[in-house]
């Protein structure tokens, strides 16, 4: 008989470029130091989702577009992650990740058409290995898990990434998932988006753990919790995990300690459930200050780069915006068209119902 | 030809397919070792290896949500859940993404996937063993829902709904696995989803039902025979899309019709069916339509479950009532 400590476990953290912009390049291995071309290229990944995301409240406020879903604040996780996919990898994200579905290759106009209610915004180009967004919270992560079931099945050299926030780690699919990938040793990454808020919900409401990235130790692999804020960091840890995965050696886990800027949506307002002085004291860590800091620091960025770069950025959207708001109307017939392969007599008659419907109506 | 039971025909369906389709995958709770608590998979791991007959977490929703995704990644899974009654852990994932996926993404991502589930009473197993929940998914866009009620029609419809290009939830009479068998044959054939079958011609009136409720129902159609009531039986067989020409074209033809079906009676597949033929067969009718069904309770305990269920001597009833009219 006795009384004993069977298992001890710890969590590490990750920063690399801190909120003084400078970076602790021995965290970054000798084929992971960061060039300025790199650097300045993820300065502009972040200016460029973030011009989309403040573009799409403004299409919102200007009754352009529905209800939307900002990324402000999340810069960093979306940049760091893009850089570290390869294309042949797929994306299963939650719907607050518009900015990594473009920097993955989805048009900003399929991204303004989603959120405008326009089903054509759910259709990933054919070359890119995404999903569309999934509304319900976190039961996409069993699809992520099933597709990395899938790729290791067909032995194909890739891995997968989903992303999902700190509330969907309450709901039973993150269990149910996390749970499969660890069981089965799949090619998955985890990445949470811990922005402390699920609508008017801190995380502390969420989970009594003491971060989100221990409970991986419970599946049987490991997580990590990475300075969401740093895109650096991000990247590194969504690298290295992302390879590990490719190589066979499983899943993980990413915690990405971050801090939603926005509102929960276009039709929340999340000035009655959080002070003013918490929303002040997270944007001085916003993402992408810190990143503009050291590139001006040491690559001499200048006010004309940066005024050279938003001009162009704000050109790419007003073209995207153009090209969203001439887009043909859909035809509500499309609703039917590819409900099935083939559609059934019944489905082929209420067609015929709209369709006349419709004739009448002009 | 073998003389097979409704199982042996699942397992015949699943193994002539697996050897097919190197993309097949099988995935459910006790389905490698133990072949399933009802043996519908006996033998399938032995011969495709735990790579492909998969023995799962106890995990309902990660069941179907993985499946989903590897559907998706181009590989066709058919998941098994253990009882139609523990299906509902799944229900988020067939509802908000399985029958959503190809019409969201306009044909982009689809997702053929087949989820097998014994369903329905009559074998004496505890709570929630017994359910007969079909309307839950015949009443989702985007599913396809079908009840076999003979070993030869399962292994005919089995095989479509795994060559079915889009989500299947296959339900299998629990009540039946064993109790016929009959001549299957040994190679492959396919019976189309969305047809009924004319399982007996007949003027007087048209017997509309599915799955285990057949046999009472051909009983009873059988009975009516010997007192000159010449009955037509239908198998829906495919109870999503429904067949809606072969019941319009019964009904305009006998003017009756009595709807069998053990779920709960409101809002069951036969409320949709009267309304249907109220619709589209009105003036052929020539009395009102009834429905044999379960009661609006859940189903009872084994001890009382037999008050629960439509038999023989009620569908009987319900033809005198609708030939005497």
């Not at chain 1, 760091?80 to 719907?95: E, I, K, M, Q, T």
């Not at chain 1, 780690?169 to 090619?187: Q, W």
């Not at chain 1, 780069?305 to 001009?311: G, I, P, Q, T």
Request: with cysteine.
């Amino acid at each position: 008989m006795s009384r004993k400590t069977l298992k001890n476990f710890s969590v590490s953290w990750l920063q690399v470029l801190n909120e003084a912009g400078e970076i602790d390049t021995t965290l970054c291995s000798e084929t992971q130091q960061f060039t300025e071309k790199t650097l300045k290229s993820f300065y502009e990944s972040m200016v460029l989702i973030r011009a989309i995301d403040e573009k799409a409240l403004n299409l919102q406020r200007t009754g352009r577009m529905g209800t939307y879903a900002s990324i402000r604040g999340q810069e960093a996780i979306q940049v760091g992650a893009a850089a570290a996919l390869r294309p042949s990898d797929w994306f299963f994200p939650a719907f607050r990740a518009t900015g990594l579905s473009v920097l993955r290759g989805t048009s900003i106009k399929t991204i303004y058409q989603y959120w405008s209610g326009d089903e054509r915004g759910s259709v990933v180009p054919e070359d890119i290995n995404d999903f569309p967004v999934s509304i319900p919270v976190g039961t996409h992560i069993p699809h992520a898990v099933g597709a990395a079931w899938a790729a290791k099945y067909k032995k194909d050299p890739i891995a997968i990434l989903t992303t999902f926030g700190d509330g969907a780690t309450s709901k039973g699919d993150f269990h149910e998932g996390m749970n499969f990938a660890g069981i089965f040793k799949l090619p998955v990454v985890f990445v949470c988006q811990n922005n402390q808020w699920a609508i008017s919900v801190p995380v502390s409401r969420q989970t009594a753990s003491a971060t989100i990235a221990q409970k991986a130790i419970a599946y049987g692999f490991e997580g990590i919790q990475v300075d969401g804020n740093d895109v650096l960091g991000v990247y590194i840890a969504v690298k290295e995990a992302l390879e590990k995965a490719r190589r066979g050696d499983g899943p993980t886990l990413i915690e990405c300690l971050t801090y939603r800027l926005s509102d929960h949506t276009t039709a929340d307002d999340a000035s009655r459930y959080r002070t003013a002085e918490e929303v002040a004291f997270w944007q001085k860590k916003d993402p992408m200050l810190r990143l503009k800091t050291h590139i001006e620091q040491h690559f001499a960025w200048t006010k004309a780069d940066e005024s050279a770069l938003r001009e162009e950025v704000d050109h790419r959207i007003a073209e995207a915006v153009k090209a969203f708001e001439n887009t043909e109307a859909l035809s509500p017939l499309e609703m039917f068209d590819t409900l099935f392969e083939s559609l059934s007599p019944e489905l082929l008659r209420q067609r015929a119902v709209l369709e006349k419907r419709l004739n009448e109506s002009t | 030809m073998s003389k097979l039971s409704l199982i042996q025909a699942v397992n015949q369906a699943l193994d002539h397919e697996m050897t097919q389709r190197p993309e097949m995958i099988l995935l459910g709770e006790d389905i490698g070792k133990d072949g399933g608590v009802f043996r519908a998979t006996d033998g399938l791991v032995e011969k495709f290896g735990e790579a492909r007959v998969v023995d799962t977490p106890l995990s309902e929703s990660g069941i179907v949500g993985a499946a989903i995704g590897m559907a998706a990644y181009g590989l066709r899974p058919v998941a098994e859940i253990q009882f139609m009654g523990f299906l509902y852990g799944a229900m988020e994932q067939l509802v908000s993404h399985a029958a959503r996926l190809r019409a969201r993404t306009r044909g982009r991502y689809t997702c053929p996937l087949v989820v097998r589930t014994p369903y329905g009473g009559g074998i004496h197993a505890p709570e929630l063993h017994s359910e007969s929940t079909e309307a839950f998914f015949i009443h989702t866009p985007g599913l396809k829902v079908v009840v076999p009620s003979t070993p030869a029609e399962a292994k005919g419809l089995l095989l479509s709904a795994i060559r079915d290009p889009d989500p299947v939830i296959f339900l299998e009479p629990a009540k039946i696995y064993r109790a016929i068998k009959e001549e299957v044959p040994d190679e492959e054939y396919l019976i189309p989803l969305g047809e009924a079958r004319v399982v007996a011609e007949g003027s007087d009136v048209s017997l509309i039902t599915w799955g285990a409720m057949l046999h009472p129902t051909l009983e009873a159609a059988a009975q009516m025979t010997a007192k000159g009531v010449q009955a037509e039986v239908i198998d829906l067989r495919t109870l999503s899309p429904l067949d809606t020409e072969t019941l319009i074209q019964s009904v305009t033809k006998t003017g009756r019709a009595v709807i069998v079906h053990e779920a709960a009676r409101t809002c069951g597949l036969g409320g949709e069916i009267a309304a249907l033929l109220c619709e589209r067969a009105l003036l052929s009718l020539e009395a009102p339509i009834l429905r044999v069904t379960g009661f609006d309770t859940p189903v009872p305990l084994p001890k009382n479950e037999k008050y629960y269920f439509p038999d023989c001597k009620e569908i009987v009833k319900a033809i005198e009532t609708v030939v005497q009219f």
